[in-house]
């Protein structure tokens, strides 16, 4: 299998190759965009326009992306504040997110701008996201501040955007080539390759493709103390079942027209074969349960202006997933099942100017969800499920002057199951308020109310051992304020002058929840269980500071700050022995800081340290907040050492990364230990 998976990674690469060769030779336009999408030459601080988000996104992007110990998705937004990461450890262990306790369901990931599915454990597999690719990635809560947007956004308690990188061309320019190998502990290896081609001046196209292969055996320790101060186990061991094969593969296609419209096609297709690493129970390492997926998606994107005033956008995606579970463990329930879910979406936006200071949009989404399930153990075992879903949103939006922002939406929502009558239609409504007291000061007052509702998906209601189809839907109450400032001195570290730049915000907010549904795992970790747990009352408060200080001497010293303190209670029954009580996973406080100092040559050459601290407080595994459930805070500090040089148009870039750098033994998820110390090594070559 390896064999065959290194084959299909060293084939895309050769057409890559081919590709690139082939591109070279059209005339080169006077128009040609002037952008080194590598490098740039100088670093400068400037001034920025007014903040004209109502909701202001944490964005990470560019080379600040890189900087960061991460090689997922999942391991860049550990570091935005009012998220909580469920990680199964290793490379190949399944990672979601959860913002501000709503649960994952109500996190909604876009990849450019489209919402991907819930194939896998009825959540994102964050992990199988590469960075390598990615030129941005941004969270909002609850909505963007745009209501240029398809439906379904406006239903979502927060949103996570992820942009893939946009190929860009100096003057002369037809070909951008890149080659990266990244190997490290755990029998790392994960070389990716990626060529933009400009095929004419309005028209490019990007091919990225990567392999990634790891062992997973890290060793760990386990203890666990009885309550009455004793130890019941303290064993040192490896983790065993925890390998990972995957290849991922993607091409884009980007077309600009005219100066207002554009369109977009991206491909995606992921494979791996990985173990299920267990949880560790009374001293037995489970070794039996293997996971093989293929995620495929076709999405496209149209957006143009009419008469300067009326906006359109267009998207249409077809996904195909498929995953196939096998567990051969005796000591567990024997399964080999196929899930292969197919799904159809379209939605289309229109938005309108009606005066320079108020907007209106309205937007359709339909969606098209089957799944095909089947334990291959079993004679005629085959099941069939369906859905159609409708949304409808209708939004408007106010400018007063630079002083007042207000947005308002509403959203229909109507679903309809296999062999059902089409549910009630849901209404939510949604309103945000900006106030900006001094309109030369970048400061700002938010305010959001928003309501959310979502059904259980296919893979709440049929994916868990018994099955639990009389889960009801889910409701939520988002009630948010914020205080945003924003600095930015002038001046520019070109003529060794000090210049700054200082974000800081502050919010607190209340979220209510009915019928809530939470997923933790059964023992095994791609079992789940699924249950409502009535009403649950959200508390928090999310502190933030970004901070980037240019120094003389081409210097730059960049520090983020996050945290949040969050308290989600069960107040369903009053006679419920965990009334009162944190639901699961749900730390009370929680942090992270990065702070990194770069250097930069007057050739242009980087050199750069960077280092995080993470940490997440004590919290519980089940619903009552006892003793025996207690889970222990855990913390981890990690370090990058990097360097980036320039060799007339070639670059070359080196970096070694230091995770866990004390070797602290901790757990995200009880019973799944995560990797102590471990290093990764990045050599990149880019023209």
């Known amino acids: 299998m390896i064999r065959r998976n290194i084959f299909i990674f060293f084939a895309a690469l050769g057409a890559l190759s081919a590709l690139a060769q082939n591109t070279g030779s059209e005339p080169e336009q006077a128009g040609d965009t002037i952008y080194n999408d590598f490098h740039i030459e100088e670093v400068e601080v400037t001034a920025r326009a007014l903040t004209k988000d109502i909701i202001i996104p944490q964005t990470l992007k560019g080379e600040e992306l890189q900087r960061l110990n991460a090689l997922t998705v999942a391991d860049a937004i550990r570091y935005f504040s009012g998220v909580q990461l469920k990680d199964y450890g290793g490379v190949g262990g399944i990672k979601t997110i959860n913002v501000r306790s709503m649960g994952s369901q109500h996190t909604a990931v876009y990849y450019n701008g489209v919402q991907l599915g819930n194939a896998q454990n009825g959540q994102v597999d964050l992990g199988r996201f590469s960075l390598d690719n990615l030129e941005q990635i941004q969270l909002y809560k609850g909505q963007k501040s745009d209501i240029f947007q398809s439906a379904k956004e406006f239903g979502a308690a927060g949103n996570v955007y992820l942009t893939t990188r946009k190929p860009y061309f100096k003057t002369g320019e ?225 400018n007063v002057k630079e002083y007042l922002r207000l947005q308002a939406s509403v959203l229909m929502t109507a679903i309809q199951n296999r062999k059902s009558k089409i549910e009630n239609p849901k209404i939510t409504p949604g309103i945000f308020v900006s106030f900006r007291p001094y309109p030369k000061i970048d400061l700002s007052l938010n305010a959001f109310y928003k309501q959310s509702y979502r059904y259980p998906t296919f893979n709440d209601l049929y994916y868990t051992d018994l099955g639990n189809a009389n889960l009801r839907p889910e409701l ?181 990364e230091i995770n866990n750098l004390l070797g602290q033994d901790y757990e995200v998820i009880q019973n799944y230990p995560m990797p102590k110390q471990n290093v990764r090594c990045t050599v990149a070559f880019r023209y």
């Open 174 to 398: 037809r070909t951008h080539v890149r080659a990266q190998m990244r190997f490290g502990s755990f029998a790392l290896a994960n070389p990716n390759v990626g060529v933009d081609v400009k095929l004419t001046d309005a028209l490019s196209l990007t091919l990225d493709a990567e392999y990634v292969y790891s062992n997973g055996k890290y060793p760990f320790r386990y203890k666990r103390v009885l309550p009455d101060g004793t130890t019941a186990y303290d064993t040192t061991a490896v983790r065993q079942n925890g390998d990972i094969n995957a290849v991922r593969a993607e091409l884009g296609l980007h077309h600009y027209y005219r100066t207002t419209g554009f369109w977009r096609v991206h491909v995606y297709n992921y494979w791996s074969e990985r173990g299920v690493p267990g949880a560790i129970v009374n001293n037995v390492w489970r070794n039996g349960e293997r996971l093989r997926d293929r995620n495929t998606f076709v999405q496209g994107t149209w957006q143009d202006v009419w008469w300067n005033r009326w906006s359109t956008r267009l998207l249409l995606k077809y996904a195909n997933d498929y995953t196939h579970y096998k567990n051969y463990d005796e000591k567990l329930l024997p399964s080999n099942n196929e899930y292969l879910q197919q799904e159809i979406y379209l939605s289309l936006a229109n938005k309108i100017q009606v005066f320079n200071w108020w907007d209106l949009s309205v937007a359709y989404d339909y969606q098209y969800n089957a799944l095909n399930r089947e334990n291959l153990l079993l004679e005629n075992s085959k099941e069939f499920f369906d859905r159609h879903s409708h949304w409808l949103s209708a939004a408007t939006a106010f």
């Open 476 to 656: 939520a109450r988002q009630h948010s304020v914020e205080v945003a400032y924003r600095i930015t001195n002038q001046k520019s570290q070109i003529t060794n002058d000090f210049g700054y730049e200082i974000a800081v915000s502050a919010s607190y907010y209340y979220n209510r929840v009915t019928d809530k549904i939470i997923a933790y795992p059964k023992g095994q970790q791609f079992r789940w269980t699924m249950l409502n747990l009535g009403t649950v009352k959200i508390n928090g408060v999310d502190a933030k500071a970004d901070m980037s200080f240019y120094l003389p001497l081409r210097f730059v010293l960049r520090t983020r700050l996050n945290y949040t303190y969050n308290t989600a209670i069960d107040v369903t029954n009053p006679s419920d022995t965990y009334y009162g009580h944190q639901i699961p996973y749900i730390p009370w406080h929680s942090g992270s800081a990065v702070a990194g100092l770069e250097w930069t040559s007057k050739r242009g050459d980087h050199y750069g340290l960077n280092y995080s601290f993470i940490y997440v407080g004590e919290r519980y595994s089940q619903q009552e907040n006892t003793v025996y459930n207690h889970v222990q805070p855990w913390y981890t500090h990690d370090m990058t050492i990097y360097g980036e040089w320039c060799i007339q148009r070639y670059w070359l870039k080196a970096n070694i």
